[in-house]
């Protein structure tokens, strides 16, 4: 497709469990972000992935949290043993190298831990 | 490092009202400025940007913002709003390219018949 695909679009999970969440971002794009969206919150900044650098993982909450992009394309975020404070929206987005904030978003993977 | 405060939350304006969200930044060193919409169950969108030269800013669906070195700021405008601009607004500052994008927490935007 020609947007940034997230999936799953809904994980309802139990606490402790792990998660996986999926990116595909908009072909082309170099730059790879990850967000959180909590409920009456901003959105929180995780991870961010440019080419071949290593990733800025600054914004990742925990050592439960973890990402990878593979081939420079798909990025899959990665929750351990989840809490249930870690309930939130993830977005996706990514962007062009040189379009600085110029981000494409995805319409988010809504995860809830029982 | 950067920050975004968005005053208000929530502003509930009737059809055809103007209307401005206003939105502050601190940053140590020169910024670029953005607005993203993210309208109800949807993914959110640029609505416009300040990278460099007139303050003034247009963006789609009739919003324009100003960016105001001295106040450090950079509200929202529209002359007159429609229903269909009933949407989440959030004001965003990087700093350099390729960076990170900072977000404010965010401003629902009501509007009523």
């Known amino acids: 497709g020609a947007g940034v695909s997230q999936s799953p679009s809904n994980k309802v999970t139990e606490k402790g469990k792990d998660v996986e969440l999926r990116c595909d971002p908009i072909?082309?794009?170099?730059?790879l972000y990850w967000y959180r969206q909590s409920l009456g919150q901003g959105l929180e900044f995780l991870i961010y992935f440019q080419g071949n650098s290593a990733p800025d993982k600054s914004g990742l909450p925990s050592d439960r949290f973890s990402a990878e992009r593979t081939g420079g394309s798909v990025s899959t975020l990665t929750i351990q043993r989840t809490q249930q404070e870690d309930s939130a929206v993830y977005l996706c987005?990514?962007?062009?190298?040189?379009?600085?904030?110029?981000?494409?978003f995805g319409e988010g993977s809504r995860l809830t831990v029982l | 490092a950067q920050s975004v405060t968005q005053l208000d939350s929530q502003v509930p304006v009737f059809e055809e009202a103007p209307v401005e969200l206003r939105c502050n930044y601190s940053s140590s060193v020169s910024v670029y400025l953005f607005w993203y919409v993210q309208y109800p169950n949807q993914g959110l969108q640029l609505l416009l940007k300040?990278?460099?030269?007139?303050?003034l800013v247009k963006g789609i669906n009739g919003f324009e913002a100003e960016f105001n070195k001295s106040q450090t700021s950079f509200h929202l405008r529209k002359p007159s709003v429609h229903i269909s601009d009933t949407a989440e607004y959030f004001c965003?500052?990087?700093?350099?390219?390729?960076?990170?994008?900072?977000f404010g927490g965010g401003t629902r935007l009501m509007v009523k018949p």
């Open positions: 965003a500052v990087t700093t350099n390219a390729g960076n990170m994008l900072t």
């Open positions: 072909s082309g794009h170099t730059a």
């Open positions: 987005a990514s962007s062009f190298w040189g379009s600085p904030g110029e981000l494409f």
């Open positions: 300040y990278l460099s030269g007139s303050t």
